[in-house]
């Protein structure tokens, strides 16, 4: 079976290339892990005690960052290959960029949570520690997940999952020291 940039056998005529339907498991354990610790350090980033709370603005600035920092990637991987080889097309180099959504779809959960807040159901900072919870919860699964994927036992999985758990926590402890 031909691999994904391999030519694909077809009739008489140009050659055609296998179109890449499925992201590499190593995007997209990045994206996810990336995708989440970014939208907790937003989040802690953006909710400041001492002002107006403003939930729309931080789930604008949430939105437009993860897109910001997902596009920015996928272009550095273009221009990464340009500088390796010649012949990238822009097509080609937009599937690299849009190749990224895992990062920005591990930002949803904070902006659904940020969205609860923007409709007057919660207050900016409970949604604020409720994204940072979920956030921290979801690096130990993404981090077991992932060392599952890689073939590692349970006890290895787990240990993965924590050193996860640990950046959430991380990100959880220097929120709640800034507001004290």
Do not use: C, K
Request: proline share 7%; glycine share 8%.
């Amino acid at each position: 079976m031909p691999g994904r940039d391999e030519p694909v056998p077809s009739s008489p005529g140009p050659v055609r290339t296998r179109a890449v339907r499925h992201l590499p498991r190593e995007q997209l354990l990045f994206g996810g892990t990336y995708g989440l610790v970014l939208s907790s350090a937003l989040i802690a980033a953006l909710e400041n005690p001492g002002e107006e709370p403003d939930p729309a603005s931080d789930l604008l600035w949430v939105l437009l960052t993860t897109a910001a920092t997902a596009a920015a990637h996928g272009y550095a991987h273009v221009i990464a290959r340009r500088a390796a080889a010649r012949g990238e097309t822009t097509v080609r180099a937009l599937r690299t960029m849009l190749a990224e959504w895992p990062l920005v779809a591990a930002a949803l959960p904070t902006a659904v949570l940020l969205s609860v807040a923007v409709a007057g159901w919660w207050e900016e900072s409970d949604a604020v520690a409720a994204a940072l919870w979920f956030n921290t919860v979801a690096l130990f699964a993404w981090g077991a997940w992932a060392a599952r994927v890689a073939g590692r036992g349970w006890p290895g999985s787990f240990l993965s999952g924590g050193v996860d758990l640990v950046i959430g926590l991380v990100i959880v402890v220097a929120n709640a020291m800034s507001h004290a």
